[in-house]
């Protein structure tokens, strides 16, 4: 009986007051993971996880602020709100002897502005916004400038993404300025110009802008990268052209919420992401550039050699990675929704 009593007090109380460690919740964006990478997660380390998907990146920011405590443990931000979220201290450190993978993300998407030295990011995938066009509705060659959007032959036949910063880093670079710009009269000049563009547009989507297209709803617009690369799938008259202004990019990263249940669970998860083969898996199914050189190397030529995914390093030097505008968001938003409800 005492043995029993010890087993119980040493083994089983432990287990019924502190848990079992034996799950996670995780936050991503809608289709941005295999199932299959999930499922041997799961087989590989006994802890179930909890799968939740969002939008965007305000919808992540603001689940993410409401919930205080016994929240998310890993979520998916982009650059410019990983950079946010840390000023705002909603986000754990990382414990990098934990997560010993991380020697295979590519160096070049390392100590970024937006977090140095990775202290609370890790780099998932990463990507730009161009110009899509339906090479059999528009010749790609009379397509150049983001300013082609505003041409009156495509009224009703142009996609936006449904994604205030996307947009209005489109409309900023088409007049000149940057995509991170924070003067509120640039921000205006911006949202007059995308008062004109409105009445061509036939539809907001930032959750999967390949689809009006591949309904053949639009024929131009503002598409991402890994999008087109999913598209080419079924179609292959989908194509991205590279804006002369620049395209925008960024980078998804890996994080640890302040609110994170099991961050045993959360670090385990992360150095898992980090496999090359599991990231292998991952891009291959999404479409987006991966952040791990490893997996890199290890993607058929016929993917990592693709532009629409693996952009030349010149284009990248033309673009501009997406930051935190600060209190700007405010005046964004503000026209954001002037836009979109007018």
Not at 279 to 295: D, R, S, V
Request: hydrophobic share 40%; glycine share 4%; with cysteine.
């Amino acid at each position: 009986m005492k043995k029993l009593l010890a087993v119980f007090v040493f083994v089983l109380l432990p287990a019924l007051v502190f848990g079992t460690n034996k799950e996670i919740y995780v936050f991503n964006w809608t289709d941005y993971i295999d199932p299959q990478v999930l499922k041997m997660f799961e087989s590989q380390t006994g802890i179930k996880v909890h799968y939740s998907t969002y939008e965007s990146n305000e919808a992540m920011f603001a689940k993410l602020k409401l919930v205080q405590k016994a929240g998310y443990d890993v979520a998916f931000p982009s650059t410019y709100f990983v950079e946010r979220m840390r000023r705002l201290n909603m986000l754990m450190a990382l414990d990098k002897s934990k997560i010993p993978n991380l020697k295979n993300i590519n160096p070049e998407l390392l100590n970024k502005a937006y977090d140095p030295n990775n202290t609370y990011s890790v780099p998932y995938m990463w990507g730009s916004s161009g110009i899509g066009v339906n090479s059999k509705a528009i010749d790609p060659k009379t397509v150049s400038s983001w300013n082609d959007l505003w041409n009156p032959r495509y009224k009703g036949k142009v996609l936006l993404m449904d994604d205030v910063r996307e947009v209005f880093a489109m409309a900023l670079r088409s007049l000149g300025y940057s995509g991170n710009d924070r003067d509120p009269n640039h921000i205006r000049k911006a949202y007059e110009k995308l008062k004109l563009l409105k009445p061509s547009v036939k539809v907001f989507n930032s959750d999967s802008p390949r689809q009006p297209f591949l309904n053949n709803e639009v024929i131009i617009g503002q598409i991402w990268g890994g999008e087109v690369f999913q598209a080419n799938k079924e179609n292959p008259d989908i194509r991205l052209i590279y804006p002369k202004e620049g395209a925008i990019f960024w980078i998804d990263n890996i994080v640890i919420p302040k609110s994170v249940r099991n961050i045993e669970a959360a670090n385990k998860f992360i150095d898992f992401m980090c496999r090359p083969d599991i990231a292998k898996m991952n891009c291959q199914l999404i479409g987006y550039a991966t952040a791990n050189i490893k997996a890199q190397q290890m993607l058929d030529p016929k993917i990592r050699n693709n532009k629409a995914a693996y952009p030349e390093e010149a284009e990248v030097k033309k673009g501009e990675f997406q930051t935190d505008v600060g209190d700007a968001i405010v005046t964004y938003e503000k026209y954001w929704e002037m836009l979109k409800t007018q």
